[in-house]
């Protein structure tokens, strides 16, 4: 059995296990590709079994009955809602040149406007007017982003819409798709433990056709609104394989933005088995940062005529690597933050990201502990991850969250533009986050507080910027040092 504690090492050691045995080349149907929608999913089943520890509590059939029908009922009315009030909408957006598929989360608030960081990143550095863009959300935006900078078209409805059509076509298809060889498949799908029902001939087939509803839809659209490019935030996503097939078929480039770490995400790396045409559920380029980005990509793309890596540095990031008005602004608001988080003589600030993910809670739990201790004469900006600040998740980090201290902020290191807080810290502190990278552009050291973060980064950059502790002794004195090297 594998084990689950750090899921990047399971991922891809039953990915390589099943891309060395199973042809998925031959895996398509509806002209959609499984094995790219199949892979990326395979994460998420790892990550739902590593966080369930206790079973939920039975619920009575009349209980489970109500929810349904209320589930659906919502459903039905997002759809409703969708088609008579988004639809239009899209369609009679007017002449835009692209569209923009933001991830619903990679928002920031510059100047009390809310927008997607990596577009303003192409705004500024490559002249893209907003008026030339249709911009599309694959998931409802949270209350939290008011004021924003365009109007970003929710898609949710439309999901909602696929998955209803998907579930109606494997009941009334007589014969659905089964690869040539599904069994063998299966019984690694059943040596590794994972729950059989995600993979299931229904469910192979549910999938496929969520897809390829979605690709038909999102060519229709690409065709009728004469687009000229799309760009995608994390493509990873049934919205996003859709996209990128449907502008295969209206010959029309496709780019992934990259957003964090690419070369130990199983999206973007190791892929062994990809066809000399390349995969269509993938985008045709990729934006990248750095260099090791660029290699992880080319290390598969270069095999295939089709997907092209393109280094253009993170445009997110140049306008606040340079002094002006705007950067000097943020600056003088957050020197101004800096007085109010009143702590003797304390001069070192310290930023945290904090990530609701499963298997952390130790570690969060001993960092916390360490903030408690004040032996430390520092500021602490504890930033949480957007999947929290939009109503998600805060799996494993309750107890740093409640802290209350003169020297700790919350609201501001969370809603503050991440390049801002980068310009202004001393040390960042994090498990897992790809910040880190970031970081580097500034000249901040990382702090990771658990094997998985050394483990998963350390080849990314210069080992002198990457620092490692776990104990709450080890942690105290790596900062400890820090500071008087400061």
């Given at each position: 059995?594998?084990?689950?504690?750090?899921?990047?090492?399971?991922?891809?050691?039953?990915i390589?296990?099943?891309?060395?045995?199973?042809?998925?080349?031959n895996?398509?149907?509806?002209?959609?590709?499984?094995?790219?929608?199949?892979?990326?999913s395979?994460?998420?089943?790892?990550?739902?079994?590593?966080?369930?520890?206790?079973?939920?509590?039975?619920?009575?059939?009349?209980?489970?009955?109500?929810?349904?029908?209320?589930?659906?009922?919502?459903?039905?009315?997002?759809?409703?809602?969708?088609?008579?009030?988004?639809?239009?909408?899209?369609?009679?957006?007017?002449?835009?040149?692209?569209?923009?598929?933001?991830?619903?989360?990679?928002?920031?608030?510059?100047d009390?406007?809310?927008?997607?960081?990596?577009?303003?990143?192409?705004?500024?550095?490559?002249?893209?007017?907003?008026?030339?863009?249709?911009?599309?959300?694959?998931?409802?935006?949270?209350?939290?982003?008011?004021?924003?900078?365009?109007?970003?078209?929710?898609?949710e409805?439309?999901?909602?819409?696929?998955?209803?059509?998907?579930?109606?076509?494997?009941?009334?298809?007589?014969?659905?798709?089964?690869?040539?060889?599904?069994?063998?498949?299966?019984?690694?799908?059943?040596?590794?433990?994972?729950?059989?029902?995600?993979?299931?001939?229904?469910?192979?087939?549910?999938?496929?056709?969520?897809?390829?509803?979605?690709?038909?839809?999102?060519?229709?659209?690409?065709?009728?609104?004469?687009?000229?490019?799309?760009?995608?935030?994390?493509?990873y996503?049934?919205?996003g394989?859709?996209?990128n097939?449907?502008?295969?078929?209206?010959?029309?480039v496709?780019?992934?933005?990259?957003?964090?770490?690419?070369?130990?995400?199983?999206?973007?790396?190791?892929?062994?088995?990809?066809?000399?045409?390349?995969?269509?559920?993938?985008?045709?380029?990729?934006?990248?940062?750095?260099?090791?980005?660029?290699?992880?990509?080319?290390?598969?793309?270069?095999?295939?005529?089709?997907?092209?890596?393109?280094?253009?540095?993170?445009?997110?990031?140049?306008?606040?690597?340079?002094?002006?008005?705007?950067?000097?602004?943020?600056?003088?608001?957050i020197?101004?933050?800096?007085?109010?988080?009143k702590?003797?003589?304390?001069?070192?600030?310290?930023?945290?990201?904090?990530?609701?993910?499963?298997?952390?809670?130790?570690?969060?739990?001993?960092?916390?502990?360490?903030?408690?201790?004040?032996?430390?004469n520092?500021?602490?900006?504890?930033?949480?991850?957007?999947?929290?600040i939009?109503?998600?998740?805060?799996?494993?980090?309750?107890?740093?969250?409640?802290?209350?201290?003169?020297?700790?902020?919350?609201?501001?290191?969370s809603?503050?533009?991440?390049?801002?807080?980068?310009?202004?810290?001393?040390?960042?502190?994090?498990?897992?986050?790809?910040?880190?990278?970031?970081?580097?552009?500034?000249?901040?050291?990382?702090?990771?507080?658990?094997?998985?973060?050394?483990?998963?980064h350390?080849?990314?950059?210069?080992?002198?910027?990457?620092?490692?502790?776990?104990?709450?002794?080890?942690?105290?004195?790596?900062?400890?040092t820090?500071?008087?090297?400061?």
């Amino acid at each position: 059995m594998l084990d689950y504690k750090y899921s990047h090492i399971p991922v891809f050691s039953l990915i390589n296990k099943l891309e060395k045995n199973i042809y998925f080349q031959n895996w398509c149907t509806l002209g959609v590709n499984l094995w790219p929608v199949l892979r990326v999913s395979i994460r998420v089943y790892i990550k739902n079994i590593s966080s369930c520890k206790d079973k939920p509590p039975k619920e009575s059939i009349h209980k489970k009955s109500i929810l349904k029908i209320v589930t659906i009922l919502g459903k039905v009315f997002q759809i409703v809602v969708g088609v008579f009030f988004i639809l239009p909408k899209i369609f009679l957006n007017g002449q835009v040149k692209y569209i923009y598929m933001t991830d619903g989360v990679s928002l920031d608030c510059i100047d009390e406007k809310w927008g997607d960081k990596y577009f303003r990143g192409l705004q500024i550095n490559h002249s893209i007017n907003p008026k030339d863009c249709l911009f599309l959300s694959p998931i409802k935006l949270n209350k939290n982003f008011k004021h924003l900078a365009y109007n970003i078209l929710e898609l949710e409805w439309l999901e909602n819409l696929a998955e209803i059509i998907a579930s109606i076509y494997i009941r009334i298809t007589k014969h659905l798709f089964i690869p040539k060889d599904y069994a063998q498949f299966i019984n690694i799908i059943k040596e590794n433990h994972l729950n059989m029902e995600d993979f299931s001939v229904r469910s192979l087939n549910y999938k496929a056709c969520k897809v390829a509803f979605l690709a038909r839809f999102f060519k229709f659209l690409l065709k009728t609104s004469k687009i000229e490019r799309v760009i995608i935030v994390s493509f990873y996503h049934d919205m996003g394989f859709a996209l990128n097939i449907a502008a295969h078929r209206a010959d029309i480039v496709s780019c992934d933005i990259q957003h964090g770490t690419m070369i130990s995400h199983d999206a973007y790396c190791e892929w062994t088995t990809v066809p000399k045409h390349g995969y269509k559920e993938f985008p045709k380029c990729y934006l990248t940062w750095d260099k090791p980005s660029s290699k992880c990509i080319k290390s598969w793309s270069k095999k295939t005529n089709y997907h092209e890596v393109l280094e253009t540095g993170n445009l997110s990031h140049k306008i606040w690597l340079h002094n002006s008005d705007l950067t000097l602004k943020y600056d003088t608001l957050i020197n101004n933050l800096k007085k109010k988080m009143k702590h003797d003589n304390c001069f070192f600030d310290i930023l945290v990201t904090l990530q609701p993910i499963a298997g952390f809670r130790k570690n969060w739990d001993t960092l916390a502990d360490v903030i408690m201790r004040k032996k430390l004469n520092v500021r602490w900006w504890l930033r949480h991850h957007p999947t929290t600040i939009s109503g998600g998740r805060s799996e494993g980090i309750e107890k740093i969250s409640k802290i209350s201290l003169t020297n700790v902020e919350y609201i501001n290191a969370s809603n503050l533009p991440l390049c801002a807080l980068l310009r202004n810290i001393n040390l960042h502190v994090t498990v897992r986050s790809s910040t880190y990278i970031e970081c580097e552009a500034f000249g901040i050291k990382t702090l990771f507080i658990s094997e998985y973060g050394i483990l998963e980064h350390k080849k990314c950059v210069d080992d002198k910027t990457l620092l490692y502790a776990t104990t709450e002794e080890d942690i105290m004195s790596t900062i400890l040092t820090l500071t008087r090297v400061h």
